[in-house]
Antibody
């Protein structure tokens, strides 16, 4: 059974860099899209971005200037860095495993089937 | 379009059937996925692809779709179904994942 274990600093000051890492245990690291999602207090889910095992990443257009997602296939880990954080970045951050597949003839499917427990990050 | 629209809240009596809908242009290309989130917990995937359920999700939770609208139906609602349900897909450009705003299901 695949498990995701995430860690990183939970308290940051404004202008500092958020850094989180997620380790994948019990499954293949390839063919998936390793994803970061956040949830601000009392709000919905916001996709931050994802990366595949080749290192190709996609980032939320609203965060591209501040976010980097990287992958270390030798350790089955992926990481999130977000620079210049503000109070608006206070949220629970989740790592997850994403699937993105073509469904012939013309459709696609995309979902996140395994989630980490979340890391609360407070910027104050 | 890069938006998925859900009703903010819906309520249903115990044992009844409820449908939660999700609308967006991307759903003409993508099958929606659905997530259940209970207070203080991480979301869990409950429906994906056409109408697939991960192991452990009861078959009284099902998916359907028509055009640009996807639906999650809970038949014989139980108290344990009370949660916020989010739909998701990639946007029409394929580059980004999008979420609906979530629907809070209250069981009366």
């Amino acid at each position: 059974q695949v498990q995701l274990q995430q860690w990183g600093a939970g308290l940051l000051k404004p202008s500092e860099t958020l850094s989180l890492t997620c380790a994948v245990y019990g499954g293949s690291f390839s063919t998936y899209y390793w994803t970061w999602i956040r949830q601000t207090p009392g709000k919905g889910l916001e996709w931050i971005g994802d990366i595949n095992d080749s290192g190709s990443s996609n980032i939320n257009p609203s965060l591209t200037s501040r976010v980097t997602i990287s992958v270390d296939t030798s350790k089955n880990q992926f990481s999130l860095k977000m620079t210049s954080v503000t109070a608006a970045d206070t949220a629970v951050y989740y790592c997850s495993r994403g699937v993105w597949q073509r469904v012939p003839p013309l459709s696609f499917t995309s979902y996140m089937d395994v989630w980490g427990k979340g890391t609360t990050v407070t910027v104050s | 379009s890069s938006e998925l629209t859900q009703d903010p809240a819906v309520s249903v009596a115990l044992g009844q059937t409820v449908r939660i809908t999700c609308q967006g242009d991307s759903l003409g290309k993508y099958f929606a996925s659905w997530y259940q989130q209970k207070p203080g917990q991480a979301p869990i995937l409950v429906l994906y692809h056409k109408n697939f359920r991960p192991s452990g999700i009861p078959d009284r939770i099902s998916a359907s779709s028509s055009g640009n609208t996807a639906s999650l139906t809970v038949t014989g609602v139980r108290a344990e179904d009370e949660a916020v349900y989010y739909c998701s897909s990639r946007d029409s450009s394929d580059n980004h994942v999008i979420f609906g705003g979530g629907t809070r299901l209250t069981v009366l």
